[in-house]
């Protein structure tokens, strides 16, 4: 059974620096992409970048790029995402998500969850 769970969230003011970490178990995601989503309340689930387990390709949404990096560490079946230069409009809850083959940046594709962490961001 596929398990991700993430961590790493909390308060941070803005200007500052997170890293969210997401540790994946249950089978092997050697084809798999990983993504990052986050949600404020009353709101749709958002893409925030995504990584390719094999390859590292990445890909980011137009309003995290260049703030923030996706990595993956192979040996630990975990997925980090960096977020640097915080803005109090990035606060939500950070969500990881995996889509077992093929790429995906919707949330309805993914084919598995975690259960999300929060990040505040105070301006």
């Known amino acids: 059974q596929v398990q991700l769970v993430e961590s790493g969230g909390g308060l941070v003011q803005a200007g500052g620096s997170l890293r969210l970490s997401c540790a994946a178990s249950?089978?092997?995601?050697?084809?798999?992409?990983m993504d990052w989503f986050r949600q404020i309340p009353g709101k749709e689930r958002e893409f925030v970048a995504a990584?390719?387990?094999?390859?590292?390709?990445?890909y980011y949404a137009d309003s995290v790029k260049g703030r923030f990096t996706i990595s993956r560490d192979n040996a630990k079946n975990t997925v980090y995402l960096q977020m640097n230069s915080l803005k109090p409009e990035d606060t939500a809850v950070y969500y990881c998500?995996?889509?077992?083959?093929?790429?995906?940046?919707?949330?309805?594709?993914?084919?598995?969850w975690g259960k999300g962490t929060l990040v505040t961001v105070s301006s």
């Open positions: 990584i390719s387990w094999s390859e590292g390709n990445t």
């Open positions: 998500a995996v889509k077992l083959h093929n790429w995906a940046v919707v949330a309805d594709r993914m084919d598995y």
């Open positions: 249950g089978r092997t995601f050697s084809s798999s992409v």
